[in-house]
Protein backbone atom coordinates (compact mmCIF):
# COMPACT_ATOMS: atom_id res chain seq x y z
CA UNK A 1 0.00 0.00 0.00
CA UNK A 2 1.03 3.31 -0.75
CA UNK A 3 1.05 5.74 2.40
CA UNK A 4 1.21 9.54 3.34
CA UNK A 5 1.37 11.02 6.60
CA UNK A 6 1.50 14.61 7.32
CA UNK A 7 4.70 16.39 10.03
CA UNK A 8 3.19 20.05 10.26
CA UNK A 9 4.82 20.29 13.69
CA UNK A 10 7.95 18.21 15.28
CA UNK A 11 6.16 17.03 17.85
CA UNK A 12 3.98 15.38 14.29
CA UNK A 13 7.53 13.93 13.66
CA UNK A 14 7.65 12.17 16.97
CA UNK A 15 3.94 10.87 16.67
CA UNK A 16 4.28 9.05 13.19
CA UNK A 17 8.00 8.63 13.14
CA UNK A 18 8.27 4.88 14.54
CA UNK A 19 5.31 3.76 12.34
CA UNK A 20 6.87 5.12 9.32
CA UNK A 21 9.26 3.07 9.76
CA UNK A 22 7.97 0.19 10.59
CA UNK A 23 5.65 0.42 7.31
CA UNK A 24 8.71 0.55 5.06
CA UNK A 25 10.59 -1.90 6.67
CA UNK A 26 7.28 -4.19 5.95
CA UNK A 27 7.39 -3.20 1.70
CA UNK A 28 5.14 -0.43 1.95
CA UNK A 29 5.27 3.40 0.06
CA UNK A 30 5.27 5.98 2.88
CA UNK A 31 5.75 9.45 2.25
CA UNK A 32 5.47 12.12 4.48
CA UNK A 33 4.32 16.13 3.59
CA UNK A 34 5.69 18.15 6.22
CA UNK A 35 6.07 21.98 6.88
CA UNK A 36 9.23 23.74 7.54
CA UNK A 37 8.52 25.09 11.24
CA UNK A 38 10.84 24.76 13.37
CA UNK A 39 13.32 21.95 13.74
CA UNK A 40 10.41 20.07 11.64
CA UNK A 41 13.31 19.37 9.05
CA UNK A 42 16.29 18.39 11.73
CA UNK A 43 13.84 15.33 12.97
CA UNK A 44 13.45 14.22 9.49
CA UNK A 45 16.84 14.78 8.77
CA UNK A 46 17.80 12.88 12.31
CA UNK A 47 15.89 9.76 11.95
CA UNK A 48 16.31 9.26 8.19
CA UNK A 49 12.43 9.80 7.17
CA UNK A 50 11.28 9.90 3.58
CA UNK A 51 9.59 13.39 3.23
CA UNK A 52 8.39 16.67 0.59
CA UNK A 53 8.38 19.59 1.85
CA UNK A 54 4.70 21.72 1.10
CA UNK A 55 5.65 25.16 2.60
CA UNK A 56 7.61 27.06 5.89
CA UNK A 57 6.19 28.95 8.46
CA UNK A 58 7.24 31.35 10.89
CA UNK A 59 6.50 31.16 14.90
CA UNK A 60 3.76 34.20 14.17
CA UNK A 61 0.24 33.89 13.83
CA UNK A 62 0.21 36.10 11.18
CA UNK A 63 2.46 33.77 8.82
CA UNK A 64 -0.03 30.97 8.85
CA UNK A 65 -2.40 33.28 7.26
CA UNK A 66 -0.24 34.64 4.45
CA UNK A 67 0.80 31.55 4.06
CA UNK A 68 -2.08 29.14 4.17
CA UNK A 69 -3.08 29.34 0.49
CA UNK A 70 0.10 28.42 -0.57
CA UNK A 71 0.23 25.06 1.70
CA UNK A 72 -3.22 24.01 -0.13
CA UNK A 73 -1.91 24.25 -3.61
CA UNK A 74 1.20 22.31 -2.69
CA UNK A 75 -0.48 19.68 -0.99
CA UNK A 76 -3.13 19.16 -3.28
CA UNK A 77 -0.42 18.67 -6.20
CA UNK A 78 1.67 16.77 -3.97
CA UNK A 79 -0.87 14.76 -2.86
CA UNK A 80 -2.56 13.61 -6.53
CA UNK A 81 1.13 13.03 -7.65
CA UNK A 82 1.75 10.34 -5.14
CA UNK A 83 -1.85 9.16 -5.02
CA UNK A 84 -2.15 7.41 -1.56
CA UNK A 85 -4.57 4.77 -0.03
CA UNK A 86 -4.62 5.87 3.16
CA UNK A 87 -3.41 9.18 4.89
CA UNK A 88 -2.75 9.83 8.15
CA UNK A 89 -2.50 13.38 9.64
CA UNK A 90 -3.42 15.26 12.80
CA UNK A 91 -5.88 17.79 10.84
CA UNK A 92 -7.29 19.85 7.84
CA UNK A 93 -4.34 19.31 5.68
CA UNK A 94 -4.94 15.59 5.92
CA UNK A 95 -8.57 15.85 5.87
CA UNK A 96 -8.62 17.52 2.80
CA UNK A 97 -5.46 15.83 0.99
CA UNK A 98 -7.95 12.78 1.13
CA UNK A 99 -10.95 14.36 -0.92
CA UNK A 100 -8.60 14.95 -3.72
CA UNK A 101 -6.97 11.66 -3.68
CA UNK A 102 -9.90 9.76 -2.88
CA UNK A 103 -7.71 7.79 0.07
CA UNK A 104 -9.21 7.09 3.18
CA UNK A 105 -8.33 9.41 6.22
CA UNK A 106 -7.50 8.57 9.85
CA UNK A 107 -6.55 11.83 11.80
CA UNK A 108 -5.03 11.59 15.58
CA UNK A 109 -5.54 14.30 17.90
CA UNK A 110 -5.38 15.17 21.69
CA UNK A 111 -6.78 19.04 21.22
CA UNK A 112 -10.69 19.65 22.42
CA UNK A 113 -10.02 23.73 21.92
CA UNK A 114 -9.22 23.38 18.12
CA UNK A 115 -12.97 23.64 17.49
CA UNK A 116 -12.36 25.35 14.00
CA UNK A 117 -10.37 22.59 13.19
CA UNK A 118 -12.32 19.61 14.15
CA UNK A 119 -15.48 21.82 12.16
CA UNK A 120 -13.46 21.83 8.96
CA UNK A 121 -11.67 18.17 9.12
CA UNK A 122 -14.94 15.68 10.40
CA UNK A 123 -16.51 15.39 7.75
CA UNK A 124 -13.71 14.19 5.55
CA UNK A 125 -12.27 11.97 8.02
CA UNK A 126 -13.39 7.99 8.01
CA UNK A 127 -11.41 7.77 11.39
CA UNK A 128 -10.87 9.93 14.21
CA UNK A 129 -8.66 8.53 16.78
CA UNK A 130 -8.15 10.40 20.46
CA UNK A 131 -6.36 10.02 23.74
CA UNK A 132 -8.71 8.03 26.43
CA UNK A 133 -9.34 11.18 28.44
CA UNK A 134 -10.52 12.85 25.22
CA UNK A 135 -13.91 15.66 26.40
CA UNK A 136 -15.14 15.99 23.62
CA UNK A 137 -17.12 14.02 21.12
CA UNK A 138 -16.17 13.99 17.20
CA UNK A 139 -19.12 11.59 15.98
CA UNK A 140 -19.44 8.09 14.52
CA UNK A 141 -16.09 7.99 13.86
CA UNK A 142 -14.53 8.48 16.99
CA UNK A 143 -12.20 5.84 18.49
CA UNK A 144 -10.24 6.38 21.87
CA UNK A 145 -7.08 4.55 22.79
CA UNK A 146 -5.46 4.36 26.49
CA UNK A 147 -2.87 6.82 26.72
CA UNK A 148 -1.61 10.03 24.98
CA UNK A 149 -0.49 10.73 21.40
CA UNK A 150 3.31 10.86 22.51
CA UNK A 151 2.76 7.11 23.56
CA UNK A 152 4.16 6.35 19.82
CA UNK A 153 7.45 7.64 20.88
CA UNK A 154 7.88 7.19 23.92
CA UNK A 155 5.63 4.16 25.45
CA UNK A 156 8.32 1.48 27.02
CA UNK A 157 8.25 -0.52 23.92
CA UNK A 158 9.61 2.50 21.99
CA UNK A 159 11.77 4.77 24.08
CA UNK A 160 14.93 3.87 26.17
CA UNK A 161 16.69 7.05 27.98
CA UNK A 162 20.27 7.45 26.84
CA UNK A 163 21.32 9.01 29.68
CA UNK A 164 25.07 10.18 28.13
CA UNK A 165 23.09 13.36 27.81
CA UNK A 166 24.31 14.54 31.06
CA UNK A 167 27.82 14.47 29.36
CA UNK A 168 26.57 16.18 25.94
CA UNK A 169 24.91 19.22 28.66
CA UNK A 170 28.22 19.73 30.39
CA UNK A 171 26.45 18.58 33.63
CA UNK A 172 27.59 15.91 36.28
CA UNK A 173 26.22 12.55 36.65
CA UNK A 174 23.92 13.80 39.75
CA UNK A 175 24.09 17.32 39.06
CA UNK A 176 20.33 18.75 39.46
CA UNK A 177 19.11 20.45 36.26
CA UNK A 178 15.60 22.09 35.23
CA UNK A 179 14.62 22.38 31.96
CA UNK A 180 12.14 25.45 30.68
CA UNK A 181 10.07 25.86 28.11
CA UNK A 182 8.91 28.52 26.56
CA UNK A 183 6.44 28.70 23.33
CA UNK A 184 5.91 30.91 20.66
CA UNK A 185 2.38 30.74 20.23
CA UNK A 186 2.84 30.95 16.42
CA UNK A 187 0.13 27.64 15.95
CA UNK A 188 -3.57 28.46 14.63
CA UNK A 189 -4.90 26.75 17.82
CA UNK A 190 -2.69 29.18 19.99
CA UNK A 191 -4.83 31.92 18.90
CA UNK A 192 -6.01 34.16 21.70
CA UNK A 193 -3.55 31.90 23.76
CA UNK A 194 -0.47 33.50 26.05
CA UNK A 195 1.87 31.90 28.44
CA UNK A 196 4.94 33.50 30.06
CA UNK A 197 5.38 37.24 29.85
CA UNK A 198 9.29 38.15 29.34
CA UNK A 199 9.41 39.54 33.34
CA UNK A 200 8.11 36.23 34.11
CA UNK A 201 10.49 34.29 32.51
CA UNK A 202 13.45 36.17 33.85
CA UNK A 203 12.02 35.65 37.60
CA UNK A 204 10.99 31.95 36.97
CA UNK A 205 14.83 31.31 36.10
CA UNK A 206 16.30 33.71 38.49
CA UNK A 207 14.11 31.21 41.09
CA UNK A 208 15.06 28.51 39.80
CA UNK A 209 18.70 28.93 39.16
CA UNK A 210 19.40 29.42 43.10
CA UNK A 211 19.06 25.23 43.38
CA UNK A 212 19.55 23.45 39.89
CA UNK A 213 21.05 24.39 36.74
CA UNK A 214 18.72 25.74 34.77
CA UNK A 215 18.42 24.76 30.41
CA UNK A 216 15.92 27.10 28.12
CA UNK A 217 14.16 25.61 24.95
CA UNK A 218 12.89 28.84 23.56
CA UNK A 219 10.67 27.93 20.19
CA UNK A 220 10.38 31.57 19.91
CA UNK A 221 14.53 32.16 20.23
CA UNK A 222 13.55 35.68 21.96
CA UNK A 223 15.44 34.53 25.16
CA UNK A 224 18.32 37.02 26.12
CA UNK A 225 20.62 34.34 27.63
CA UNK A 226 23.24 37.00 28.72
CA UNK A 227 20.75 38.68 31.64
CA UNK A 228 19.49 35.78 33.12
CA UNK A 229 21.79 32.54 34.88
CA UNK A 230 20.20 29.84 32.64
CA UNK A 231 22.01 28.08 29.01
CA UNK A 232 20.29 27.95 26.05
CA UNK A 233 19.18 23.96 25.13
CA UNK A 234 21.72 23.76 22.30
CA UNK A 235 21.78 20.26 21.39
CA UNK A 236 20.01 18.38 18.27
CA UNK A 237 16.43 18.88 19.17
CA UNK A 238 15.91 14.82 19.06
CA UNK A 239 18.02 14.61 21.83
CA UNK A 240 15.20 16.88 23.84
CA UNK A 241 13.75 13.74 25.28
CA UNK A 242 16.93 12.12 26.81
CA UNK A 243 17.26 15.84 28.33
CA UNK A 244 13.82 15.69 29.84
CA UNK A 245 14.25 11.82 31.34
CA UNK A 246 17.63 12.84 33.24
CA UNK A 247 16.18 15.91 34.27
CA UNK A 248 14.55 17.26 38.08
CA UNK A 249 11.87 19.66 36.81
CA UNK A 250 9.81 21.17 33.83
CA UNK A 251 8.68 24.22 33.68
CA UNK A 252 6.67 25.21 30.78
CA UNK A 253 4.26 26.90 28.90
CA UNK A 254 3.73 24.93 26.08
CA UNK A 255 1.74 21.46 25.62
CA UNK A 256 3.55 18.31 24.45
CA UNK A 257 6.62 18.66 26.52
CA UNK A 258 4.62 18.31 29.56
CA UNK A 259 3.19 15.45 28.50
CA UNK A 260 6.15 13.87 27.81
CA UNK A 261 7.76 14.80 31.06
CA UNK A 262 4.76 12.87 33.06
CA UNK A 263 5.45 9.56 30.24
CA UNK A 264 9.28 9.86 31.21
CA UNK A 265 8.70 10.66 35.03
CA UNK A 266 10.31 14.04 35.20
CA UNK A 267 8.10 16.19 37.49
CA UNK A 268 6.31 18.83 35.12
CA UNK A 269 4.45 22.31 36.29
CA UNK A 270 2.75 23.83 33.48
CA UNK A 271 1.06 27.59 32.89
CA UNK A 272 -0.64 29.22 29.82
CA UNK A 273 -4.12 30.26 29.20
CA UNK A 274 -5.11 27.19 28.24
CA UNK A 275 -5.45 25.73 32.55
CA UNK A 276 -8.37 26.13 34.10
CA UNK A 277 -11.76 23.68 33.95
CA UNK A 278 -12.14 23.83 30.20
CA UNK A 279 -8.55 23.00 29.69
CA UNK A 280 -7.75 19.63 27.55
CA UNK A 281 -8.33 15.77 29.38
CA UNK A 282 -5.06 14.77 29.14
CA UNK A 283 -3.78 17.41 31.28
CA UNK A 284 -6.85 16.77 33.82
CA UNK A 285 -5.79 12.78 33.56
CA UNK A 286 -2.03 13.59 34.14
CA UNK A 287 -2.81 15.96 37.41
CA UNK A 288 -5.18 13.52 38.62
CA UNK A 289 -2.40 10.71 37.99
CA UNK A 290 0.02 13.29 40.06
CA UNK A 291 2.31 13.78 37.56
CA UNK A 292 1.98 17.53 36.31
CA UNK A 293 0.72 20.42 37.61
CA UNK A 294 -1.62 22.66 35.86
CA UNK A 295 -1.11 25.95 37.63
CA UNK A 296 -2.58 29.45 36.68
CA UNK A 297 -1.32 32.03 38.95
CA UNK A 298 2.28 32.58 38.46
CA UNK A 299 3.13 32.58 41.94
CA UNK A 300 1.85 29.63 42.74
CA UNK A 301 4.37 27.91 39.76
CA UNK A 302 7.32 29.81 41.43
CA UNK A 303 6.77 27.84 44.58
CA UNK A 304 5.76 24.87 42.98
CA UNK A 305 8.71 24.34 41.01
CA UNK A 306 11.27 25.53 43.72
CA UNK A 307 9.37 23.20 46.21
CA UNK A 308 10.06 20.29 43.25
CA UNK A 309 13.55 20.87 43.13
CA UNK A 310 14.43 21.34 46.27
CA UNK A 311 12.53 18.33 48.63
CA UNK A 312 14.09 15.51 48.99
CA UNK A 313 12.68 11.82 46.89
CA UNK A 314 10.77 13.27 44.34
CA UNK A 315 12.95 11.64 41.55
CA UNK A 316 11.84 8.01 43.31
CA UNK A 317 8.11 9.33 43.59
CA UNK A 318 7.21 9.82 40.03
CA UNK A 319 9.35 6.89 39.19
CA UNK A 320 6.95 5.14 41.01
CA UNK A 321 3.56 7.30 39.68
CA UNK A 322 4.89 6.91 36.15
CA UNK A 323 5.12 3.38 36.37
CA UNK A 324 1.48 2.63 37.90
CA UNK A 325 -0.08 5.08 34.97
CA UNK A 326 2.18 4.12 32.11
CA UNK A 327 1.08 0.29 32.71
CA UNK A 328 -2.44 0.56 31.27
CA UNK A 329 -1.15 2.48 27.91
CA UNK A 330 -1.17 1.33 24.51
CA UNK A 331 1.44 1.69 22.51
CA UNK A 332 0.54 4.23 19.57
CA UNK A 333 2.45 3.07 17.32
CA UNK A 334 1.55 -0.42 17.54
CA UNK A 335 -1.75 0.50 17.19
CA UNK A 336 -0.96 3.22 14.23
CA UNK A 337 0.58 -0.40 12.43
CA UNK A 338 -2.65 -1.99 12.72
CA UNK A 339 -5.00 0.40 11.80
CA UNK A 340 -2.65 1.02 8.48
CA UNK A 341 -2.43 -2.19 7.42
CA UNK A 342 -6.10 -3.10 7.72
CA UNK A 343 -8.17 -2.10 5.18
CA UNK A 344 -11.60 -2.05 6.84
CA UNK A 345 -10.37 -0.16 9.35
CA UNK A 346 -11.41 -2.82 11.63
CA UNK A 347 -8.46 -2.47 14.19
CA UNK A 348 -9.73 0.71 15.27
CA UNK A 349 -10.84 0.71 19.25
CA UNK A 350 -13.96 -0.44 19.47
CA UNK A 351 -16.54 2.08 20.37
CA UNK A 352 -16.54 5.79 20.88
CA UNK A 353 -15.62 5.13 24.69
CA UNK A 354 -13.14 3.01 24.32
CA UNK A 355 -10.91 2.12 27.68
CA UNK A 356 -11.94 5.89 28.88
CA UNK A 357 -12.04 6.30 32.33
CA UNK A 358 -14.30 8.51 33.57
CA UNK A 359 -13.48 12.56 34.05
CA UNK A 360 -13.84 12.42 37.38
CA UNK A 361 -12.65 9.46 38.58
CA UNK A 362 -8.94 8.96 40.30
CA UNK A 363 -5.83 7.57 39.19
CA UNK A 364 -4.05 5.58 42.07
CA UNK A 365 -1.20 7.65 43.16
Known amino acids: MRYL ?3 NTPAHVHLYRNAVAELEARGHEVLMLARDYGCTRALLDYYDLPYVVYGSLATSKS ?3 RELPAHYLTIVRKAREYDPDRIFGVGAYAAHAGVVTG ?6 TDS ?3 HLD ?3 SRPFADAYLTPHAFGKDLGDTHHRFEGFKECAYLHPEEYDPDPSVREDLGVGRDEAYTIVRLNAFGSHHDVGVDGFTPEKRDRLVERLA ?7 SDEGGDMDFESVPARPFDLHPARIHDALAEASLLVADTQTMVTEAALLGTPAVRSNSFVGDDDMGNFHELERAGLIYNLEAFGAVLDTAVDLVRREGVDREWARK ?4 VADTVNLTDLVVDVATDPTLESLPTGRTGGQRPRDAPVTK
Open 5 to 7: FFA
Open 118 to 120: HAI
Open 322 to 325: RERF
Open 112 to 114: ETT
Open 103 to 108: ASVVLI
Open 210 to 216: RHATVFV
Open 63 to 65: SLV
